[in-house]
């Protein structure tokens, strides 16, 4: 667990009987914010590496609800951990402001993010030097 980087590794409750499983998430409940936004990512070839970006407001949660695929994090400030979501009753916490890589995903990943803001552009910071750049200035 890599908590100094403020990522967190959740486990949600599996409501299973005999006809299968049911996990519940929910806002300011399971996850710490209310749901703005849901997207999901699949079908992404298992070279391939998503997400190289931070935000500066949005909260995540990531559940593979199928497959697999591995989350890198970095907080801008050296420290780094990896994290494998496997479990659809697992996901990680990703506060704002840290950088993400999404990869190593198995051909059946179904990779589903929920966040806590509707989608802003503005507010993505997708160039490496400049999140940086923002840590060592704004977060010193
Ligand atoms: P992108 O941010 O590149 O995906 P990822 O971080 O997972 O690698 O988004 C891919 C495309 O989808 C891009 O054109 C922006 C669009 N998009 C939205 O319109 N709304 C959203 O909420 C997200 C996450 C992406």
Not at 10 to 27: A, P, Y
Not at 80 to 95: K, Q, S, W
Request: a negative charge.
């Amino acid at each position: 667990m890599s908590k100094h980087i403020g990522a967190q590794m959740l486990e949600f409750s599996q409501n299973g009987d005999d006809r299968g499983h049911l996990v519940v998430v929910e806002g300011m409940k399971d996850i710490p914010f209310d749901i703005a936004r849901i997207f999901y990512i699949y079908g992404s070839a298992n070279d391939v590496v998503r997400g190289q970006h931070a935000n500066r407001k949005s909260q995540f949660v990531l559940i593979n609800v199928a497959g697999s695929c591995k989350v890198k994090v970095q907080d801008g400030k050296g420290n780094e951990a990896v994290f494998v979501l496997n479990r659809p009753h697992t996901g990680i916490y990703l506060p704002a402001m840290l950088w993400k890589d999404m990869y190593d995903f198995s051909a059946d990943s179904v990779l589903l993010c929920l966040a806590s803001e509707h989608y802003d552009t503005t507010e993505y910071i997708r160039n490496y030097d400049e999140y940086i750049a923002i840590i060592d200035e704004e977060m010193p």
